[in-house]
Nanobody, 125 residues
Framework: QVQLVESGGGLVQAGGSLTLSCAAS????????VGWFRQAPGKEREFVAAITRSGTSSYSTDSVKGRFTISRDNAKTTIYLKMNSLQSEDTAVYYC??????????????????WGQGTQVTVSS
C-alpha cells in the first residue's frame, strides 16, 4: 500500500503560480511511477503529468506543457507539481496517483493503483 496526501492548493489569480506537493508513505515510493490528474466540475478526471521512478523522464499533457513541471524527491518521498502561468481552465481538484506498472508512462487513470484525496486549485480571472 502507498498512502498519498496532496497539499499546496488554493486560490490564485490568472497568471500566477502554485506548487502542489504529494507526500507518500507506506511502501517505498521510488518503486512507483507517479502522476498528477485533475478533475474540473462536471468533467472527467484527466491526466496532467507523470514521472518515472528515477525522475529522469516525465510526460505532460499538451495543455500544460511549458507551464507545469513535475518532479520528485525520492529521499523525501514527495512529488511536486510546479504550476506557472495559471489559467482559469486549470481550475480543478488535483490528485496525485502512483502505479507499479512498467513500460511507457501511463496516462490512463485506470492504470494507477493508489490515489490521494485531492487538493483544490482555483484560478480567478
Amino acid at each position: 500500500q502507498v498512502q498519498l496526501v496532496e497539499s499546496g492548493g488554493g486560490l490564485v489569480q490568472a497568471g500566477g503560480s502554485l506548487t502542489l506537493s504529494c507526500a507518500a508513505s507506506g511502501r517505498t515510493l521510488w518503486t512507483h511511477v507517479v502522476g498528477w490528474f485533475r478533475q474540473a466540475p462536471g468533467k472527467e478526471r484527466e491526466f496532467v503529468a507523470a514521472i518515472t521512478r528515477s525522475g529522469t523522464s516525465s510526460y505532460s499533457t499538451d495543455s500544460v506543457k511549458g507551464r507545469f513541471t513535475i518532479s520528485r524527491d525520492n529521499a523525501k518521498t514527495t512529488i511536486y507539481l510546479k504550476m506557472n502561468s495559471l489559467q482559469s481552465e486549470d481550475t480543478a481538484v488535483y490528485y496525485c496517483a502512483a502505479t507499479a506498472t512498467f513500460g511507457n508512462i501511463p496516462r490512463s487513470r485506470r492504470e494507477y493503483d493508489y490515489w490521494g484525496q485531492g487538493t483544490q486549485v482555483t484560478v480567478s480571472s
